[in-house]
C-alpha cells in the first residue's frame, strides 16, 4: 500500500523559513519522481516542484524558484521541501504526490501559514 505523510507545516512570519518533509513506503521510492503541490484558501491545485529518481534534475514553479529548494533521501525514503523567504501568497495545504503504475497518490497534507 502507497502511503505517503507529510510533516512540518505551521504558522511563519513573512520572511521566515519551513521544512517539509514527506515520508514514503509500499513503492520503489528511489526510482520514482517525487512532487510537492499546494492549495491556497478558495483555489486550486498549484505544482510547487519535483525531483526526479536522480537528486539533481529538480523544477520548480516561477513563483518559488529561488526561494524553495526540493531534495530527498532514499535510504529514508523522504523527500523535503526547504522554503525560505516565505511570503502571505505561500500560505496553503502542501501535499507530497507520487504516480505509482499509471495512479496518483496523495498525502494528507500539512498546513503552512505566513502571516505577522
Known amino acids: 500500500e502507497v502511503q505517503l505523510v507529510e510533516s512540518g507545516g505551521g504558522l511563519v512570519q513573512p520572511g521566515g523559513s519551513l521544512r517539509l518533509s514527506c515520508a514514503a513506503s509500499?513503492?520503489?521510492?528511489?526510482?520514482?519522481?517525487m512532487s510537492w503541490v499546494r492549495q491556497a484558501p478558495g483555489k486550486g491545485l498549484e505544482w510547487v516542484s519535483s525531483?526526479?529518481?536522480?537528486?539533481?534534475?529538480?523544477n520548480y514553479a516561477d513563483s518559488v524558484k529561488g526561494r524553495f529548494t526540493i531534495s530527498r533521501d532514499n535510504a529514508k525514503n523522504t523527500v523535503y521541501l526547504q522554503m525560505n523567504s516565505l511570503k502571505p501568497e505561500d500560505t496553503g495545504v502542501y501535499y507530497c504526490?507520487?504516480?505509482?503504475?499509471?495512479?496518483?497518490?496523495w498525502g494528507q497534507g500539512t498546513q503552512v501559514t505566513v502571516s505577522s
Open positions: 504526490n507520487v504516480a505509482v503504475r499509471g495512479y496518483g497518490y
Open positions: 509500499g513503492f520503489t521510492f528511489s526510482r520514482s519522481a
Open positions: 525531483i526526479y529518481s536522480s537528486s539533481t534534475n529538480t
